[in-house]
């Protein structure tokens, strides 16, 4: 029987997997055709608690950075997201999520605001420059609004003191990665460039 990954590794930082559920259906997603990263099986047959995952935590060598990035969006998960932050910070550790930006909008709260004290970096997929073109390539349940709750959001983590980055995968031309900076810097954000893996 397969044993559930909840942490896994990557350089000095470990990654979180608490969930395989998502808002969107990307079309360039990895789990179209992976089960994991590198000889991690992502594929959750159990959602993990907060206690799960700090005691996967406690078996690790030392990291230097927690990161919630798995095969869902960890945000859909924002209470266990919050409860393992904080252990992680009073451990002395820096804390990103990687997040397609949903997460007020799934729960209908500001997040970002709880996400204040407890995560000190987000990384929020922008993916596209327009609604229309967010949609075709997200597939979100939320539609081409999906393009906006992501903004908001992200937006509110400036706003909230936490380094906030967008990115864009390297398949957009120079036109849309310009178009982009302009929307990350408009709200005060950074902008990285992604490498889109086949």
Same mark, same amino acid.
């Given at each position: 029987?397969? /044993?559930?990954?909840?942490? $896994? ?8 997997? =608490? ?8 079309? %360039?997603? &990895? ?5 994991? *990263?590198?000889?991690?099986? #992502?594929? =959750? ?12 935590? !406690?078996?690790? +060598?030392? $990291?230097?950075? =927690?990161?919630?990035?798995? %095969? ?8 266990? &997201?919050? !409860? ?8 002395? /550790? !820096? ?10 909008? %799934? ?18 997929? &922008?993916?596209? *420059? ?5 949609? /075709? ?10 393009? %906006? $709750?992501? =903004? +908001?959001?992200?937006?509110?983590? *400036? /706003? ?5 980055? #967008? ?6 031309? +120079?036109? +849309? ?7 990350? !810097? ?13």
């Amino acid at each position: 029987m397969k /044993k559930d990954v909840y942490v $896994y590794r990557y350089k000095d930082a470990a990654y979180v997997n =608490l969930t395989n559920r998502c808002t969107n259906d990307c079309v %360039f997603c &990895l789990r179209r055709n992976r089960s994991g *990263v590198g000889e991690y099986n #992502l594929w =959750l047959e159990r959602e993990p608690e907060a206690k799960d995952v700090i005691a996967a935590l !406690k078996e690790q +060598e030392e $990291y230097r950075e =927690l990161v919630f990035c798995g %095969f869902g969006e960890p945000t859909i998960r924002l209470d266990v &997201l919050l !409860k393992v932050a904080e252990y992680a910070k009073r451990m002395g /550790k !820096k804390v990103r999520v990687d997040t397609n930006g949903h997460a007020s909008a %799934f729960h209908h709260r500001d997040a970002a605001a709880e996400m204040k004290g407890r995560v000190d970096a987000v990384s929020v997929s &922008l993916n596209a *420059v327009t609604p229309k073109m967010y949609q /075709k390539r997200c597939r979100s349940r939320y539609g081409e609004q999906a393009f %906006f $709750y992501m =903004l +908001e959001f992200a937006g509110a983590c *400036v /706003k909230n003191g936490i380094e906030t980055t #967008l990115t864009i995968m390297d398949i957009s031309d +120079e036109d +849309e990665i310009q178009k982009a900076e302009s929307i990350a !810097k408009k709200i005060g954000a950074t902008l990285r460039i992604r490498h889109f893996i086949k």
